[in-house]
């Protein structure tokens, strides 16, 4: 644990958003190969054929188990958990008192009275912090991602099958019948003699499997995929491509994490929590007021997620959004000529526009760019890359309702002023990019609208 506290560093910046803003901790890794071939041919796999992505070194394990682990989770999450049986896995979302995102993960119901929270950090925190100040007959064991992880492999694998061929490799591997079973429920298969758990999942808009097992399994696991996958087309995805594909299926990886509420409970949090755990903020959004940087389930598609069935940490303030106005989550896609002439600059006298890296150009843990609209803030432009699929680059983004409407034309500002102390962050200037709305998920209207085109 950190020497320091997020209250203690609060209290020597003196501002959420110039700590934040500052800090230098970079967007999150895929600590997996960058590259198998290249990025612009792996991400063409999950449409044409079947992808294979190692998701066994990015993400956090939190295993809760215990009678009380499921009243926990209940009273954190926003779900519902009305017949959420073994063999089930949900997206589980938490908010802070005033019903700003702290953030989500899958939890797979894996026995009774024993779950798998799996994701980025900010929530997997949050969990373990309220089983340690609450009355709960339950424990928590943590497997950190391999980038932070001070020993040893993961305790489990996990491997992404998606795309068309997805389903017939995994007949061929497992020598059966696909089994029958709905989005976000787990099957069994044999892979290798070995027993394997398959949740059925989506990815980019491709059906597929999440499969995972003990760690010790990997290695046979993944040759026996590999080698079916030969007659189906299957592409072993690298990081690079990996990063995107949220960038189809709509989901906003890493939204700032709400910390920063007055009420007691948080500022009790800000003294548990390491200054480590806490992200980086960058792009062009620069109000000096933290809570514009923060989302809401509603604004960024999880509405439909929000149950008001049980008592949980932020609901009053969530039942009084339910009946608010909300930003809406939309695709942005940029101008190919305004892109076009930001990365040019790069070969004119400087300084140029900041250096937009791909696939994916986000520098900070939280990418957060404003949305202009006749010379007036709209929304905050969220996540950003480019999809070779389409050959466009876009973002997810949150925008006010009333511009939600697909072929309304925005301008997303692009770069820092002033500059950041972020390392990524180099001398710049910023520059306007005109960007479309189009829908979330992208991977739909694209292949019947934009490519078209």
Not at 423 to 433: F, I, L, T
Request: charged share 25%; net charge negative; glycine share 8%.
């Amino acid at each position: 644990m950190s020497s320091e506290s997020l209250a203690a560093a609060l209290g020597r910046a003196g501002s959420p958003v110039e700590l934040l803003r500052n800090l230098a901790f970079p967007p999150s890794t895929f600590p997996v190969q960058p590259e198998f071939t290249n990025w612009r041919s792996e991400q063409r796999s999950w449409v044409e054929a079947c992808a294979l992505l190692d998701q066994s070194h990015h993400m956090t394990d939190l295993f809760l188990s215990g009678p009380d682990a499921l009243r926990l989770l209940t009273d954190v999450g926003v779900n519902s958990f009305a017949g959420f049986d073994v063999g089930k896995a949900k997206q589980f979302v938490a908010v802070n008192p005033e019903g700003h995102l702290i953030g989500d993960a899958i939890l797979f119901h894996l026995e009774d009275e024993l779950f798998d929270l799996v994701g980025h950090p900010m929530v997997i925190d949050w969990v373990t912090f309220h089983l340690e100040r609450g009355d709960y007959d339950a424990t928590a064991e943590r497997d950190d991602n391999s980038a932070v992880r001070k020993a040893g492999p993961p305790k489990l694998y996990r491997y992404e099958l998606q795309g068309p061929t997805a389903a017939a490799l995994l007949e061929q591997v497992s020598g059966a019948p696909l089994p029958e079973v709905r989005f976000f429920t787990m099957a069994e298969f044999g892979i290798a003699g070995r027993r394997v758990r398959g949740l059925r999942h989506g990815m980019a808009g491709q059906p597929g499997f999440e499969l995972f097992g003990p760690w010790e399994d990997a290695d046979a696991v993944l040759a026996a995929l590999l080698e079916a996958g030969a007659d189906h087309g299957l592409v072993r995805v690298g990081a690079k491509a990996y990063s995107t594909a949220n960038l189809e299926s709509g989901w906003v990886p890493a939204p700032l994490t709400a910390l920063f509420s007055d009420d007691p409970l948080m500022q009790e949090y800000r003294e548990w929590l390491p200054i480590e755990k806490v992200g980086s903020i960058g792009g062009s959004m620069d109000s000096p007021d933290i809570r514009d940087y923060c989302l809401t389930p509603y604004e960024v598609g999880y509405g439909k997620t929000v149950k008001f069935d049980h008592e949980f940490i932020g609901r009053e303030a969530l039942e009084r959004m339910a009946q608010e106005p909300a930003r809406t989550k939309v695709t942005l896609v940029w101008n190919a000529d305004d892109v076009t002439a930001a990365i040019g600059s790069l070969f004119r006298p400087g300084p140029g526009a900041k250096y937009v890296e791909l696939p994916k150009a986000r520098y900070a843990t939280h990418h957060e760019d404003k949305v202009v609209k006749d010379g007036r803030t709209v929304g905050i432009s969220l996540d950003c890359g480019y999809l070779a699929n389409e050959r466009a680059m876009v973002s997810l983004a949150v925008v006010d309702a009333d511009l939600a409407e697909p072929g309304t034309e925005v301008t997303v500002l692009w770069g820092e002023q002033p500059v950041s102390a972020k390392p990524a962050v180099e001398e710049h200037r910023q520059v306007e990019v005109r960007a479309t709305v189009a829908p979330v998920p992208f991977v739909d209207f694209a292949r019947e609208n934009y490519r078209a085109r």
